[in-house]
């Protein structure tokens, strides 16, 4: 007999224990089903058999009426004296085969997994799909495993490659977060999830109606875009250098036009000439920390920038970027020295399961740690030895890895989305003479991330359908902008005769980036793609 066939994409746990006062389950469970839930799973963990019986009747009951298949967990007993439509076991529940042999032919059957390993035996013992997770932490179940975050997920998707094998994510998901789940929730190999599993912000929600539009909203719209990169249409319209330099150009002349807010947390010794050299370019830099600062913030600034080189307020790096996700705006996270110990690597993992970098970038030393590669060292925030054998194949696999842009700096620098390679040959030794260069760098990404963000949300109708898009805006063209626009000034202020070395080379710097143009980046930009 066929299978059924389940659209995964709004999964809804039930827990009676989670509603309002006053607020009836059968009530608010139909308020869910019109808002757009398409999958419902009955969870009862500590009524008696006959109360969870009459739940699960009721429920189907009700589910048939909107043609939403109805999933059991745990309780084979249950699901057989019902008709359910599936099952769902965890780790200690009953075998998958077991479970196969006793229920009818039909019926689908999932497993909780929590590492890759349990995706393998999942698909082993013949699961139909797989609760994969937690994504985050939660508060309607005591969660055994530790939170793997979106990348953890890709991890355990990469695992279902060339099977039919269903994935919804499970854990801590809401409507704040759903879009940074699906877009980070993506393998190396372009698996996606099929859906998400979501328990309290509807079943707590005075409004399920409205808790349930809004995460299918966001859902349907993701799922409408080709799966993609933060950079806009590869498959139909790739990159040349030459539409590069343009676009490049373009985002400068936003920058000066819309002169956006640029956010920047970060390293202390750097502040000020970072907030200088968002100035020169024609941004307003703000240098705010509080964590109670960071949902006002960012409504309304064009992008963030995470550089935690004295990291310091990891709190408010955690709000910035959470809040920032929310918003859509970008963010560049510069991990300044994580190689150089346990705290910053561990500070890293952290932010980077927290929220979704939209750039990341760093030297060497500093990706090769954020990659688990012993290929490049570090000592502190330098690195040491000759850099990658293969520059190129290195950051576009950490690009589809992290699902963002990854610019390797150096001295050749090089940008990736996952598909396309640009390789910058521009820059001058004296930046290597200066300290914070690189700080600088992910100052200038950050801000043309915020001139590329701001002129697309500019040029967007107010009726416009959502796209689905985490960030709106070219940012692997803004992110060549960005080291171009450091690399190039460097070029012009240390020709300059009054330039005799560092010390007058920095306000030379700032000066050229003041004076920079369309033109000056795209006449003197020494771009290549591999």
Known sequence: MTKKEFDYSLYLVTGRDLLPPAKDYLESLEEALKGGVTLVQVREKTADTGEILDVARKTKELCDKYDVPVIIDDRIDIALAMGADGVHLGQTDMPVPIARALLPPDTVIGKTCNTPEHVRVAISEGADYVGVGPVRGTQTKKVKHPVVGPRGIGEMLQVLDGTDVKAVAIAGINSTNVLHCLWGSVSPTGHQLDGVAVVSDIMASQDPYASS????????????????????????????????????????????????????????????????????????????????????????????????????????????????????????????????????????????SAWQATVLKGNAGELAAIANSSEVQAKGVDSLGQGFADPASFVRKLARQHRCIVVLTGVTDWVSDGHAVARLSNGHALLGEITGSGCMVGTAVATFCAGASTAAAAGRAADAEDDGMLVRGDMFVAAIGGVLAITIAAEIAAAREDVKGSGTFLPALIDELGKLTAEDLASRANIALV
Do not use: C
């Open 213 to 352: 539009k809004r995460l299918s909203d966001a859902i349907k719209a993701f799922y409408r875009s080709p799966l993609r990169t933060f950079s806009q249409g590869l498959s139909t319209a790739p990159y040349k250098v030459e539409g590069i330099k343009t676009a490049v150009g373009s985002i400068l002349r936003s920058v000066k036009q819309f002169s956006p807010l640029v956010h920047q947390i970060t390293n202390n010794v750097v502040t000020n000439q970072s907030a200088n050299a968002t100035l020169a370019l024609g941004a307003s830099p703000i240098m705010a920390t509080a964590p109670e600062e960071m949902a006002d913030l960012s409504k309304v600034t064009g992008a963030l920038l995470v550089n935690f080189g004295t990291i310091q307020n990891l709190d408010g790096m955690l709000e910035a970027g959470r809040n920032t996700n929310i918003n859509r705006k970008p963010i560049v996270f510069d991990p300044v020295g994580v190689g150089a110990t346990a705290y910053r690597r561990e500070s890293a993992q952290g932010l980077l």
